[in-house]
C-alpha cells in the first residue's frame, strides 16, 4: 500500500473523529457492520472481494457484545424465562 494512500485515510479517519486504525481494521468494522445490518453473507463477500463466503464469515465478521445479550434474552423469552 503506497504511503499516499495510508496518509489520505488516516487524514479522513482523523478528520470524522475516528480513532486511528489500519485500513485492514476498516475491512473488518465494515464485515461486522453488513452482517449487524442483515446484509445476506454472499452480497458482503462479494463488497469484500473475498473468493470463500467462509472468509467474510469466519475471519472477518464479528459479533457486538450487544448483539449477543440481545440474542440471549430472545432465548429467555422463548424459553419463558422472561417476558
Same mark, same amino acid.
Request: positive net charge; glycine residues 6%.
Given at each position: ?5 495510508? $496518509?489520505?485515510? /488516516? $487524514? ?7 480513532? *486511528?486504525?489500519?485500513?485492514? #481494521?476498516? *475491512? /473488518? ?6 452482517? +449487524?445490518?442483515? +446484509?445476506? !453473507?454472499?452480497?458482503?463477500? @462479494?463488497?469484500?472481494? /473475498? ?6 464469515? #469466519? +475471519?472477518?465478521?464479528?459479533? !457486538? #457484545? @450487544? ?6 434474552? /430472545? ?7 422472561? $417476558?
Amino acid at each position: 500500500m503506497t504511503a499516499y494512500i495510508l $496518509r489520505s485515510f /488516516h $487524514r479522513l479517519t482523523a478528520k470524522a473523529g475516528l480513532p *486511528r486504525i489500519r485500513i485492514h #481494521d476498516a *475491512r /473488518h468494522g465494515a464485515a461486522t457492520l453488513l452482517a +449487524v445490518g442483515n +446484509v445476506h !453473507p454472499r452480497m458482503a463477500m @462479494e463488497i469484500l472481494g /473475498h473468493s470463500k463466503i467462509s472468509v467474510t464469515m #469466519d +475471519v472477518y465478521t464479528h459479533v !457486538p #457484545d @450487544e448483539l449477543k445479550r440481545e440474542a440471549i434474552a /430472545h432465548l429467555d423469552r422463548m424459553l419463558g424465562r422472561r $417476558r
